[in-house]
T-cell receptor, first 112, second 116 residues
């Protein structure tokens, strides 16, 4: 089982809709979770950081964490064409070095 | 958010030569730095984790004698690709985290390495 699993997509949503991106992880001891956005040929950009169960909102973005289900999601409201990118879920693994491990990323396409 | 600066952004080198990539945390102390490699249309693959003042921990399959990592200070880590080959051509990205479990990891801009 992969440490962090994401559907690679592409996920296509119309402009203005809500995009829902999902991620599951295997390390039950993980405590910190990130969502990054990566445009083609560019480095990942941090969007959200969450470590408590429940929802965390920042502008059009909402991260949701459920540690019991080992599930973290990202909702993007009012999706814009500029949101089209690959969204990477990252998890800080428990253990001495606290490695940050990434999922394969979900490619999001927002259709104008 | 915090700033992590990676240099150079692009480098072309001849096969057999060595290339050094620098990663600096500009406004925080990075106790841990990570080096990733990303091939086209693939996810980030962790190469190694380095903690300031200690030897890097390499992921399985990554040659530590080929990819030399130095984390001599809390703001600087370097990755040297030694005896580069065309198959080493990739996008190399560093990431830095501060102290504590509940801290973000920020990325440098990445280095596009092309070995000819």
């Amino acid at each position: 089982q992969k440490e962090v699993e994401q559907n690679s997509g592409p996920l296509s949503v119309p402009e203005g809709a809500i995009a829902s991106l999902n991620c599951t992880y295997s390390d039950r001891g993980s405590q910190s979770f990130f969502w990054y956005r990566q445009y083609s040929g560019k480095s990942p950009e941090l969007i959200m950081f969450i470590y408590s169960n429940g929802d965390k909102e920042d502008g059009r973005f909402t991260a949701q964490l459920n540690k019991a289900s080992q599930y973290v999601s990202l909702l993007i409201r009012d999706s814009q064409p500029s949101d089209s990118a690959t969204y990477l879920c990252a998890v800080v693994l428990s253990g001495g070095y606290q490695k940050v491990t990434f999922g394969i990323g979900t490619k999001l396409q927002v259709i104008p | 958010g915090a700033v992590v600066s990676q240099h150079p952004s692009r480098v072309i080198c001849k096969s057999g030569t060595s290339v050094k990539i620098e990663c600096r945390s500009l406004d925080f102390q990075a106790t841990t730095m990570f080096w990733y490699r990303q091939f086209p249309k693939q996810s980030l693959m962790l190469m190694a984790t380095s903690n300031e003042g200690s030897k890097a921990t390499y992921e399985q399959g990554v040659e530590k004698d080929k990819f030399l990592i130095n984390h001599a200070s809390l703001t600087l880590s370097t990755l040297t690709v030694t005896s580069a080959h065309p198959e080493d051509s990739s996008f190399y990205i560093c990431s830095a985290r501060g102290v504590g479990i509940l801290t973000e990891a920020f990325f440098g801009q990445g280095t596009r390495l092309t070995v000819v």
